[in-house]
């Protein structure tokens, strides 16, 4: 069937308003709740034609109370539409008469189209005539539409957690994310007879619960946030608070000569938390301030929502900022408050911080043994003896001019987990690593094993900086290539999207590392010195030495990194079919082979590499020769060939040896023209063996001598 607009409504566009009234609301999923609710009512409306997929004709609203949707544009009946309905072929509809058959009755009585005749057409679809039906089909009224779309909306909403409650009835059971005490439905000022978890549209919302208690009647959409604003004192919107909130910080921040530490993830929680925020200044004790600013922050923001100041050296001041809910004009009660209890918490991480320092590090070694990595592959000290092992092979493979010394990458690997035993870790995972520096340094460690404790676990995430030290790179890729091969070996692989155990992330780490520490490591020999350390004999469950699946693993991700990045497919793969090394030349051979790919002599070379490629794979192994004979080049252009050959190969091999990527595709180009003649004039797989072979020999001299850095067939086209 197919529609077509024939009228708009005679009604007046309004602006519509939806608003579900609620308890308070989750605060981390309350900014993907408002903004599903809003686009999952304006979608509906638009599917039924009752509003335009325009830009700017959405606004949407979310508070801790409430999730609603303003639509500027909503008409109160969609446009009637034409369209038309194919039947049945007319030889089965229309009688010797011309009059209407029972088949062609019951279709109609099917359809709802009645019998007038007078609708109906005969048109032929190329292989019979058939009978059309051509109408307009009246549009859904805004109500229909409205009450159709808002239950699908609140059906689809990405609900973290359903709630289930009783109605006012005290019979019927609902289920939502929190209750819901109101719906306001209003198109223009006039109520929209729409019903939704039990509960039927009306125009009464709610203001401030403290601030503006009681029933708060909206008097048109258009009203709706500046009623709430200046009546209600709410901020329904949730950008504008958010964006209220971190003007407020910012200005307090400046007023106190202090950067605030916002980070958006607690500014967002925040804001999910008020309705009219007010930044309020308190404060805590100096002798605090001996805890590590780190401790102190984060028990702050996790525990209590509150956000830091820092002077201007980047040092903790004991000033704090906190967003109330509340405005007054004599705060001291707020502020007093929250002083007391963040005062408790601070006690709390200066006991486990002293607690902490009463014991090193290695002598948390021993409870380690106790504590399971993992039920297939032993316990965490087991662990930390395979990463000083790992560790230490991957630094005897790094070149003695880098200068690391062996025993501070042996001593980080062993101390990298210590922390895990930690209270304060135990209290703020967050901060493991971290701790492990900080404790390291009040211990006297050596200044590269200290910082590579946390430094082990970098990059965290994408866009988080690697390892500053070499010492800290080797024990990362050891405690990232452990984690690989360790559960590769055990059969703990990534599939669809799951991936608990990070093994993209220690991938996309171990090719960061390599590339941007510019470590000459091949990567085939990493991935084996990392399953030296599982001894098979030593998993009675079973081990498999999975190197070909995690080199496969670690492949795809450099593949997609690198298109990422911009490069073409056929690039990306022209030089990972080779499987490289040498990841830390990847990005000079990426760069090389884009300059090559503009060189006018390119695709003639590439479609001859490809073409030579075909010839080598058609042909048996045993039917190339081992070498070229002279004497068997009986034409002109496959000698030319061969004397081409001979004058390119000690380019190439002397780019190659300088590590010039971009030099050695350059000496290609001399090879243009003999490629091309031999082609035209010369056939390859004549009769005579020897004199196949000999030209197979030329040709696959030719190709690895071409495809030294990537393989060049992969750049044709087609």
């Known amino acids: 069937m197919s529609a077509l607009p024939v009228n708009a409504a005679a009604s007046a566009v309004q602006p519509l308003l939806v608003e579900l009234l609620t308890e308070e609301l989750p605060p981390k999923a309350l900014r993907t709740l408002g903004e599903a609710f809003a686009a999952g009512v304006y979608q509906g409306l638009v599917l039924h034609d009752l509003a335009e997929d325009k830009p700017r004709n959405l606004h949407y609203f979310a508070s801790p109370r409430r999730l609603a949707v303003l639509i500027d544009a909503v008409r109160p009946v969609a446009p009637e539409r034409a369209f038309v309905q194919k039947l049945v072929p007319a030889s089965v509809g229309l009688d010797a008469q011309g009059g209407a058959t029972p088949a062609l009755r019951k279709k109609l009585d099917a359809l709802g189209l009645g019998h007038d005749l007078s609708h109906i057409a005969r048109e032929s679809d190329g292989k019979q005539d058939v009978l059309v039906y051509r109408g307009v089909r009246s549009g859904i009224g ?17 609900i973290p957690k359903l709630m289930s409650y009783q109605l006012a009835d005290g019979a019927t ?152 809910n509340i405005e007054t004009a004599d705060p001291s009660a707020i502020v007093g408050g929250n002083a007391r209890v963040v005062r408790a918490r601070l006690a709390d991480a200066k006991f486990f911080f002293d607690q902490d320092r009463l014991h090193t590090l290695e002598s948390r070694l021993a409870g380690t043994a106790s504590v399971v990595y ?94 500053s030290g070499l010492v800290g790179a080797c024990v990362a890729l050891a405690d990232k290539m452990e984690t690989l091969a360790g559960l590769f070996g055990v059969g703990e692989r990534p599939s669809g999207d799951r991936d608990p155990y990070a093994l993209r992330r220690n991938a996309l780490g171990v090719l960061r590392i390599l590339e941007e520490k510019a470590l000459p490591i091949p990567l085939q020999g990493l991935i084996a010195l990392a399953f030296d ?70 695709a003639n070379l590439a479609a001859a590499n490809k073409r030579i490629a075909n010839l080598l794979k058609k042909s048996a192994p045993d039917a190339v020769a081992a070498a070229i004979d002279p004497a068997l080049l009986m034409e002109p252009a496959e000698k030319e060939l061969a004397a081409a050959y001979d004058q390119v190969a000690p380019r190439i091999r002397a780019a190659e040896e300088a590590g010039d990527d971009a030099g050695l595709l350059r000496a290609l180009t001399p090879l243009k023209q003999p490629v091309d003649r031999f082609f035209d004039d010369v056939m390859v797989l004549v009769e005579e063996p020897a004199l196949r072979a000999n030209r197979l020999a030329l040709l696959g001299q030719l190709r690895t001598l071409m495809n030294r850095i990537a393989d060049i067939s992969l750049l044709a086209a087609g």
């Open 374 to 467: 993992h039920n297939a592959l032993g316990s965490q000290r087991q662990r930390i003896d395979r990463l000083v092992t790992i560790a230490g092979r991957i630094a005897a493979e790094v070149p003695a001019s880098l200068g690391i010394p062996a025993d501070a990458v042996a001593r980080a690997a062993l101390l990298a987990k210590a922390d895990l035993g930690t209270l304060m870790v135990g209290e703020f995972p967050e901060l493991q690593g971290e701790m492990g520096t900080i404790y390291a340094r009040l211990e006297g460690a050596d200044e590269n094993v200290a910082a590579a404790i946390e430094d082990h676990y970098r990059p965290r995430f994408a866009g988080d900086a690697v390892p």
């Open 173 to 324: 059971t609902v289920q939502f994310v929190r209750p819901v005490h109101a719906l306001v439905a209003l198109h223009g000022a006039d109520i929209v007879p729409v019903k939704a978890l039990g509960i039927s549209a009306g125009r009464n919302s709610a203001g401030h619960r403290f601030h503006a208690p009681g029933p708060l009647a909206i008097t048109s959409a258009s009203t709706y946030e500046q009623q709430l604003y200046g009546e209600g004192k709410v901020i329904a919107s949730f950008e504008a608070r958010q964006a209220s909130i971190e003007q407020q910080l910012r200005a307090a921040g400046s007023r106190l000569g202090a950067e605030v530490v916002m980070p958006e993830a607690l500014v967002e929680e925040v804001n999910a938390l008020v309705e009219w925020p007010v930044v309020y200044e308190s404060g805590f004790e100096e002798t605090f301030l001996a805890v590590p600013q780190s401790c102190l922050i984060l028990t702050m923001q996790q525990n209590q929502k509150y956000f830091a100041l820092k002077d201007a050296q980047g040092q903790l001041r004991n000033r704090f900022l906190l967003v109330s």
């Open 142 to 158: 805004l109500a229909a539409g409205l009450q159709a779309t808002l239950l699908e909306a609140i059906e689809n909403l990405p």
């Open 533 to 602: 350390a599982f001894p098979p004999e030593q998993f009675p469950k079973g081990f498999t030495r999975a190197e070909d699946a995690v080199e496969q693993f670690l492949f795809e991700r450099l593949r997609g990194t690198l298109v990422d990045q911009g490069y073409g497919a056929r690039e990306v793969d022209a030089v990972l079919s080779l499987r490289p090394g040498r990841i830390d030349r990847i990005g000079t051979r990426m760069a090389a082979v884009r300059a090559f790919m503009q060189l006018p002599e390119a």
